[in-house]
């Protein structure tokens, strides 16, 4: 006797959630202004952007790391917690459908969004918006390795391998965790400024000396 590879487990209870403590998340996120900054920034050519990439983020929150996974938000009783999730089917063609230039537009949302959410997050930055206050920003860079000639934005830099160049960026305050604040994405050659109008939470800016 050999166990079954083609059994997947489901979750279907209609009275049940498989994740309620999703719930918190996107609350903060449209507080936030996450749906607006998508209307705002993304110029997709696709119905509702706001919604399918909400529904993808609300899916990896929720465990998700492939397009069948997002699924996870129709699960049991999701529906009764959550309108406008749309089809895993529907999300995989609209993130098909994603240019280079799209993922900067998303970028640009990240940026603002950490700057809307360190206005409703006590502590988020704790220390820096003090007359005294400090705060560190570290930038690291890095290539993400990529396959396929199509590939948009991709070339080879320093490391010899085709991909694309990431810088990421943390702030951080001695009393506070770091925060990721955005990153910047190019071609693989050397790294390109990431500092962005906008893109910077206004609690992270260091103090005027006095005098």
């Not at 209870?13 to 996107?26: C, F, M, R, W």
């Not at 903060?28 to 110029?43: N, P, T």
């Not at 360190?118 to 400090?134: C, E, F, H, M, W």
């Not at 050397?190 to 800016?205: D, E, F, I, K, Q």
């Amino acid at each position: 006797m050999k166990p079954s590879h083609t059994i997947r487990p489901c979750f279907d209870d209609s009275n049940l959630v498989s994740a309620a403590g999703l719930i918190p998340a996107p609350r903060l996120a449209e507080s936030a202004g996450l749906y607006d900054l998508l209307d705002e920034h993304l110029s997709i050519g696709s119905a509702n952007p706001a919604a399918k990439s909400s529904s993808v983020i609300a899916g990896m929150l929720a465990g998700a790391d492939c397009i069948d996974d997002l699924d996870v938000l129709r699960h049991g009783g999701m529906s009764r917690l959550f309108t406008g999730v749309r089809a895993p089917s529907t999300l995989g063609t609209y993130l098909r459908s994603f240019t280079h230039g799209h993922v900067q537009q998303l970028d640009k949302v990240g940026g603002h969004l950490v700057a809307g959410l360190a206005t409703r997050v006590p502590g988020l930055l704790a220390g820096s918006d003090t007359s005294d206050g400090i705060a560190f920003v570290d930038v690291d860079d890095t290539i993400g390795e990529v396959h396929g000639y199509a590939k948009q934005g991709a070339g080879f830099g320093y490391s010899g391998i085709r991909g694309l160049n990431l810088q990421l960026a943390t702030i951080s305050t001695p009393p506070a965790a770091p925060v990721s604040p955005g990153h910047g994405c190019a071609r693989a050659t050397p790294p390109r400024p990431l500092v962005r109008a906008g893109c910077w939470p206004r609690r992270s800016a260091p103090p005027v000396p006095p005098g």
